[in-house]
């Protein structure tokens, strides 16, 4: 049965109303117009973004068997019901000109097939990390989308935060003398119940979905690509919680210049996310590092102490993610988060669980 209440439809319709009065295409300048695939956490946050970008909108949704999540979003985005699919039909996604991308906030192991068949149909692709849940399914995805002559970005959001941005500049010039070591981590606490806990649909436990933040963050900045790997994991909470995936996970890499990095997730312990760069003449800890919002940064460099905060309001960091997938179709040129990036992530992430003796997926 359809729950969506007439209240909600009006409390909606308002939200509407403010949302497609904020962005301002120009006369000359269509909107860049996505397809949400799944509407659960992240893409209701996506869609947000989309409603406060003055380049991107969105004109489709893709939804299972809750027609009440559909009802939803196309009343707060003005979506037809034309533009409305099942993950059944969804290829007859080709055949919408109101739609130029999919963005993809699926569970990890769905990841691949979605961009398969949206490039197929001819759609760009902006897909959720994990890009998938093994390397071997990236390269498809690659394949795939180079093949069909679309773009696929993978959503690092954190690659188009300026404060973020800010950080890797500062690294990259030497306001810390010459990189050495990282440390980082993502912890949080993730109850029974959900897909991320099913190896099936995740392809892995918290290293999958938080410790892929700061392994991501520290191939960035150190510019390299680890080739040596030592890993433990632990499952300390006892029962079914933790029966497919693991708990709590800590790695160490090394890349072939000799930068060491540390890090470690975990779904079992109160939250906590940070990064540190050490350099040669000082360095810079990023605390908190990985959140939509507040991200601050702060640290000796070589002339002197430094302490910045983000003052970007969520959910700028898609917005702006957003914004460079249109940019690049608009531009022809690849985005700074193509597949690759997930790709190299992904055998990173095989690294780390070979070392730990727990192969990936
Ligand atoms: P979610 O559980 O909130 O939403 C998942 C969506 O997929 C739901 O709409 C659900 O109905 C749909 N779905 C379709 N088939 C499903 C199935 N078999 N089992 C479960 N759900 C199914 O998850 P989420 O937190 O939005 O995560 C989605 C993706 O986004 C993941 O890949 C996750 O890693 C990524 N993510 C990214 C960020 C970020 O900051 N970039 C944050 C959170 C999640």
Not at 22 to 30: A, E, I, V
Not at 128 to 155: F, G, H, R, W, Y
Not at 336 to 356: F, N, Q, R, S
């Amino acid at each position: 049965m359809n729950t969506f209440s007439r209240r909600n439809f009006t409390k909606l319709s308002a939200f509407a109303a403010a949302a497609q009065s904020l962005p301002s295409f120009g006369q000359d300048q269509k909107p860049f117009r996505f397809a949400a695939v799944g509407l659960g956490t992240i893409s209701d946050i996506f869609m947000k973004a989309c409603a406060q970008s003055t380049k991107c909108k969105v004109t489709g949704l893709v939804s299972g068997h809750a027609p009440e999540k559909a009802a939803k979003y196309k009343a707060m985005y003005g979506i037809p019901d034309s533009s409305v699919y099942s993950y059944e039909n969804f290829d007859q996604i080709a055949h919408d000109p109101k739609i130029d991308a999919v963005y993809i906030g699926l569970p990890n192991s769905m990841h691949a097939e979605y961009t398969i068949r949206a490039a197929k149909a001819g759609k760009h692709v902006l897909c959720e990390k994990p890009m998938a849940i093994s390397s071997a399914e990236c390269q498809t995805m690659i394949d795939a989308c180079k093949k069909a002559n679309v773009k696929l970005m993978i959503a690092y959001r954190v690659h188009y935060d300026p404060i973020w941005m800010r950080v890797k500049d500062l690294a990259r010039s030497g306001a810390i003398g010459d990189i050495q070591e990282f440390q980082g981590g993502f912890r949080a606490f993730f109850k029974a119940g959900q897909w991320r806990l099913d190896r099936a649909l995740s392809g892995g436990g918290s290293l999958m979905d938080l410790g892929i933040y700061p392994l991501n963050a520290i191939r960035w900045i150190a510019e390299e690509e680890p080739t040596s790997f030592a890993a433990q994991i632990a499952t300390k909470t006892p029962g079914p919680r933790f029966a497919s995936v693991e708990e709590s996970i800590e790695f160490s890499l090394k890349t072939p210049s000799g930068v060491l990095a540390s890090a470690g997730s975990s779904y079992g312990v109160s939250g906590d996310n940070y990064l540190t760069i050490f350099g040669t003449d000082g360095h810079l800890r990023i605390s908190p590092a990985y959140g939509y919002q507040g991200v601050r940064f702060a640290g000796e460099t070589k002339t002197g102490p430094i302490d910045e905060t983000s003052k970007g309001v969520m959910p700028y960091q898609f917005t702006l993610e957003a914004d460079h997938l249109a940019d690049c179709v608009r531009n022809n040129t690849e985005p700074k988060t193509a597949g690759d990036e997930g790709y190299k992530d992904l055998v990173a992430m095989e690294g780390i669980y070979k070392a730990a003796g727990a192969p990936i997926a």
